[in-house]
């Protein structure tokens, strides 16, 4: 193509203009080609999950609508609830208050999620995403609100592990060692509470430092009522109990000590 320079010496504006469009050679016709009518972009799978960049190729969806995951474990715990209430009116050795036996029914609760629902997520971690099993559904149901738990995050999934392995089973001895009225049974009411107050905290700070990256803040069911909330029974009925427990203990301790101040004041 031939630039009119000549003709355009005298007119500085218009030359350094034309001048512009003389030094890129234009686009062929037809460039860029078009895209075939069968290829599409493929934007990865979708997933409900955070940070929103993650690649989870083995998500399958859940069959069961949340609300009926969270009916049928509200409706296991309830039915658990009442039958444990019911079973410590009638088996304990002597009486129990109305306090201990919902004491007892928190910890029957305990049990059954820290052996049942977390021993499967600790046996079956790695193919949560892909499973359609209920209580796998119910983990990636909560994982909407902390999606470590689809990523088999080495924290989450030791921390399960040893609470479905450790508080699980302590969990059930605590039940049966009030029903029987066990010497064991507020240093054993102790040590599980006191580690489950210990690995919440460390479950919530693990989050913090990672800036919350993997729910939807503020997100009122994900957020406020999975990671919030469920989670933060965990720090307040446990904390009641270590109160409960050293109360008692320390009263023990205080008889034992009274008694060996008489039998010293005796023997001398």
Same mark, same amino acid.
């Given at each position: 193509? *031939?630039? %009119?320079?000549?003709?355009?010496?005298?007119?500085?504006?218009?030359?350094? =203009? !034309?001048?512009?469009?003389?030094?890129?050679?234009?686009?062929?016709?037809?460039? /860029?080609?078009?895209?075939?009518?069968?290829?599409? !972009?493929?934007?990865?799978?979708?997933?409900?999950?955070? /940070?929103?960049?993650?690649?989870?190729?083995?998500?399958?969806?859940?069959?069961?609508?949340?609300?009926?995951?969270?009916?049928? $474990?509200?409706?296991?715990?309830?039915?658990? @609830?009442?039958?444990?209430?019911? @079973?410590?009116?009638?088996?304990?050795?002597?009486?129990?208050?109305?306090?201990?036996?919902?004491? @007892?029914?928190?910890?029957?609760?305990?049990?059954?999620?820290?052996?049942?629902?977390?021993?499967?997520?600790?046996?079956?971690?790695?193919?949560?995403?892909?499973?359609?099993?209920?209580?796998?559904?119910?983990? %990636?149901?909560?994982?909407?609100?902390?999606?470590?738990?689809? $990523?088999?995050?080495?924290?989450?999934?030791?921390?399960?592990?040893?609470?479905?392995?450790?508080?699980? /089973?302590? =969990?059930?001895?605590?039940?049966?060692?009030?029903?029987?009225?066990?010497?064991?049974?507020?240093?054993?009411?102790?040590?599980?509470?006191?580690?489950?107050?210990?690995?919440?905290?460390?479950?919530?700070?693990?989050?913090?430092?990672?800036?919350?990256?993997?729910?939807?803040?503020?997100?009122?069911?994900?957020?406020?009522?999975?990671?919030?909330?469920?989670?933060?029974?965990? @720090?307040?009925?446990?904390?009641?109990?270590?109160?409960?427990?050293?109360?008692?203990?320390?009263?023990?301790?205080?008889?034992?000590?009274?008694?060996?101040? *008489?039998? %010293? *004041? *005796?023997?001398?």
């Amino acid at each position: 193509m *031939k630039c %009119k320079l000549q003709q355009l010496a005298g007119q500085p504006d218009r030359l350094e =203009s !034309i001048g512009d469009q003389c030094a890129w050679p234009r686009r062929p016709r037809g460039w /860029p080609p078009p895209v075939h009518k069968d290829m599409t !972009i493929n934007p990865g799978p979708w997933h409900p999950y955070w /940070p929103r960049h993650l690649r989870l190729d083995n998500f399958v969806p859940n069959d069961y609508p949340t609300s009926h995951v969270l009916a049928a $474990l509200f409706s296991s715990t309830s039915i658990l @609830l009442v039958t444990t209430w019911l @079973l410590t009116g009638r088996t304990a050795v002597t009486p129990l208050g109305t306090w201990r036996r919902l004491s @007892l029914c928190w910890f029957a609760v305990c049990a059954f999620i820290h052996l049942v629902i977390e021993g499967w997520f600790a046996l079956f971690h790695k193919v949560l995403l892909g499973d359609q099993a209920f209580l796998s559904q119910l983990w %990636k149901e909560y994982a909407k609100g902390d999606s470590r738990y689809i $990523l088999s995050d080495s924290f989450i999934v030791s921390m399960e592990t040893l609470t479905a392995c450790l508080w699980g /089973p302590l =969990s059930m001895w605590i039940v049966i060692a009030f029903i029987r009225q066990q010497p064991l049974r507020f240093v054993l009411q102790l040590v599980v509470s006191a580690g489950q107050i210990y690995g919440d905290c460390l479950y919530f700070m693990t989050e913090y430092l990672h800036g919350f990256q993997h729910g939807e803040m503020d997100h009122p069911l994900y957020f406020w009522f999975y990671f919030v909330f469920l989670n933060g029974i965990w @720090l307040v009925v446990p904390g009641v109990h270590v109160i409960d427990s050293v109360k008692h203990l320390a009263r023990a301790q205080s008889t034992v000590d009274a008694r060996t101040s *008489k039998a %010293k *004041k *005796k023997h001398n």
